[in-house]
């Protein structure tokens, strides 16, 4: 696995944009950029990446969750590809083995990860949706965590990014599920 370089970001909301105070919550996110072994290849057999996805899910998750200021309860994946590899490759290094060392680290996650995956050019952003650890159906904790990295990726790389935070949107208000609206 070749890590050109790994960025964190931490921010902590504590209003609304409206500017309305809220309790505050922070938010965390890794972004390791990482060369792409099939960029440019049609390759059958992706199990490499998923060893990369696993490697990575132990190490930055294990680093954001001592960036919070509470208890991790919401996490969310994304792989951003570049423009010599194809979507499969994000999902290669997102979903076999990457969930596993994430679920430890945050100590839970009956819930799926919410995850998103694209290919795009240097400079692209990418949302990585960030939904509760153990209840899928807490419509107050899906969120979105608009990610990039000014130079990433380039087009033999990969953008994998987790994220966790340990509250709520700000001041959330449209129901608590699809049976308690």
Known sequence: MDI????????IIEADEMGKPCDPTTRVAAIAIVQNP?????????????????KLGQSLAEELVKMLEGPP?????AALVGSS???????????P?????????????????PSNHKVGGVGSSIDLPPGHKD????????DTMTLWVPDAPRADEIVLCIGMS???????RVGKGPNQS
């Open 97 to 113: 083995k990457l969930g596993k060392p994430v679920r430890q680290a945050v100590v839970g996650g009956k819930a799926l990860m």
């Open 85 to 95: 590899g194809a979507m499969e490759h994000g999902a290669a290094v997102l979903h």
């Open 135 to 142: 209840e899928p159906w807490s419509f107050d904790h899906i």
């Open 38 to 54: 099939f960029a440019g290849i049609d390759q059958e057999d992706l199990s490499q990446l998923f060893d990369v996805g696993s």
């Open 166 to 172: 340990d509250g709520t949107r700000a001041l959330p």
């Open 73 to 77: 309860i919401c996490y969310g994946k």
């Open 4 to 11: 050109r370089k790994t960025v964190f970001t931490k921010e």
